[in-house]
């Protein structure tokens, strides 16, 4: 421990990961140091400025401090550089990101720019990704920074995000109508309490697998692919790319939650790919496949009320804002993760994992219930209401009666 800590000391060790173990109790804080510190010394330094080390800490008033003391709210932090090029972000971003509404309206008080970009990668020979505030608040589901924000440029989403909301948009009645049905799909809980009708132990945490754990590439030029697996219907081969940080992730996650994966992909490749994800079973308490989806509309949903636990102690992790279509109240929608940049040729810098651990850091501090929760934080249900009563923004024809 003593090592450790004169390592965290360090100068390079400055972009703020570090406060992300504190939040987590004894074993977990020290194994997220380890696990952090090792992929810091792989990547390279590090440099954050002081805005962005309270912006992401969320010091309201040392931000303000520093904004009067002349600090750029359109400065850009570079959160990672190395040999291969560059990850950056603006103030505004970064505050987008948290989802602090004071924080996003301080900094637009300081003429923050609105239309200032974060590039996810700047790699060498590629052109960045670029992705605005309100772009960033609505990609992660930040209802509070959207509303500070003033709008949403809807033009600048994705193809797949503009149709997951689509969907969603255009089958809401048709959701609202789907009843849960079959036996539960857990085991019981070994610490459920039958007097109370409820469990007082662990949390159920459900994660997806493709593009939110690890990435399939069927392209056998794939570089730097991590395991390969065979698809036994179509005597394909796959490459597998894991998500930065996923083991470290299921490692922390294991000792505070109830671990589930969910996938609509086929049993026998999710579980070639959880086998070396998870190769001792000591994380992942149960795996559920396409089998146990919900089929809606050609869609495979993914319905926690069939799970057998209390839905204000579900969390649900997908890319995909389509699979929580049945529980938007216990859905949290991360990026999709297709791999790293070029085909594998340069390193990631997805950082999406880390930062899901916050949130979840801050849903177990809270007084409130998973669902309430989570309904403040990101309001996905209130952003696909307003959704069906707007259509034009996602040009689909016609709408919801009001």
Known sequence: MARLRMLLSEPWWSNGLEFLAEGFPGPCGVLLCVGLLSWELKKGPVESSALHV?????????????????????????????????????PLCCAARGGDPELVALLLEHRAEVNGFQSSQVSAGGSPSQRTPLFCAVDLGRRAAVEATGHVAWEQLEDSL???L??????GPKLATVRASGPALLPPAQDWDEASGSSCGKMTLVLDLDETLAHCSLDPSAFGYDFSVRFVESKATGYMFVRPFARLFLEVAAQLFEVVTFTASSQ????????RLDPDG???SKRLY????????GAFLKD???????????????????SLGLCLDNGIAVSSWTGPPLG?????????????LLVLQQCLASQASVTDFLAQRYGLRELVEFLQHHPELLGIAGGARR
């Open 344 to 356: 594998g040729s340069f390193p990631s810098a997805d950082r999406e994992l880390l930062e899901l």
């Open 290 to 297: 396409r089998q146990h989806c919900t089929e809606v509309a």
């Open 282 to 284: 000591k994380c992942i």
């Open 54 to 90: 309270a912006l992401e800490r969320g010091l309201r008033g040392t931000v303000q401090l520093l904004l009067q003391s002349g600090a750029a709210a359109g400065g850009t932090q570079y959160r990672s550089r190395h040999m291969y090029g560059s990850s950056e972000e603006t």
């Open 268 to 275: 026998g490749y999710a579980d070639q790919v959880l086998d």
């Open 166 to 171: 689509h969907f969603l948009a255009t089958n």
């Open 162 to 164: 503009r149709g997951a």
């Open 304 to 322: 926690m009320r069939r799970l057998g636990r209390p839905l204000e102690r579900v969390i649900l992790v997908d890319n995909s804002p389509v």
